[in-house]
């Protein structure tokens, strides 16, 4: 029943912009974890950000930190991947995860539950 659905995707230019966003429904999502992931092709599915349930506290990757900024809307049971300054390595499928583990470091049991994925391609 639990459901994680990401949109926001799409095509942008070098230096563009997008806000993705995963709605969650069949969780309590206020008690869970979330983290942002992605997986570019050839390369392993690695975790760009996460954000605790407890505190809000974020992580994220060294090479978007400054650049991607996590949050969430309990109320909407929503989290979000505002992304800027997008750079082509950015290009990859994102996915939003949920879990009651460790948010970050990435660990193998961490988040239990996923959504389906949302392309990002950054290209001229």
């Known amino acids: 029943q639990v459901q994680l659905v990401e949109s926001g995707g799409g095509l942008v230019q070098p230096g563009g912009s997008l806000r993705l966003s995963c709605a969650a429904s069949g969780l309590t999502f206020s008690a869970y974890n979330m983290g942002w992931f992605r997986q570019a092709p050839g390369k392993e599915r690695e975790l760009v950000s996460a954000?605790?349930?407890?505190?809000?506290?974020?992580n994220y990757l060294d090479s978007v930190k400054g650049r991607f900024a996590i949050s969430r809307d309990n109320a909407k049971n929503t989290v979000y991947l505002q992304m800027n300054s997008l750079k082509p390595e950015d290009t990859a499928v994102y996915y939003c995860?949920?879990?009651?583990?460790?948010?970050?470091?990435?660990?193998?049991?961490?988040?239990?539950?996923w959504g389906q994925g949302t392309q990002v391609t950054v290209s001229l």
């Open positions: 954000i605790s349930w407890i505190n809000g506290d974020t």
């Open positions: 995860a949920a879990g009651r583990g460790p948010p970050w470091p990435e660990s193998q049991n961490a988040y239990n539950y």
